[in-house]
Nanobody, 119 residues
């Protein structure tokens, strides 16, 4: 069974920084894409940033220049460094992975971690 385990999150003041981490655990052979989405109450889950195994990245326009996604392929871990945080970044952040394991290829999600940006 595959699990995505997130860490980080919490409360930060505007202009501050925060780092999220997510490790994929289980019978996993490798990943195609890992990344982060976020969701606020009443809204759909939106892309924040993703990274492909070869290192190519994709960002939402709203976070370009402030957030950086990176990965440790050997340890099936993805990170999200968030700088210059704004109140509108407040959301539940979900780790995402498109990976292949014992049961084949599939999409997986973490349980979500709350990020609150407020003074």
């Amino acid at each position: 069974q595959v699990q995505l385990v997130e860490s980080g999150g919490g409360f930060v003041q505007p202009g501050g920084s925060m780092r999220l981490s997510c490790v994929a655990r289980g019978s996993i052979f490798g990943f195609y894409t890992m990344g982060w989405y976020r969701q606020t109450p009443g809204n759909k889950r939106d892309l924040v940033a993703t990274i492909i195994r070869d290192g190519r990245t994709n960002y939402a326009d709203s976070v370009k220049g402030r957030f950086t996604v990176s990965s440790d392929n050997a340890h099936l871990t993805v990170y999200l460094q968030m700088n210059t945080l704004k109140p509108e970044d407040t959301a539940v952040y979900f780790c995402y992975a498109d990976l292949w394991g014992r049961t084949g290829r599939g999409d997986y999600w973490g349980q979500g971690t709350q990020v609150t940006v407020s003074s």
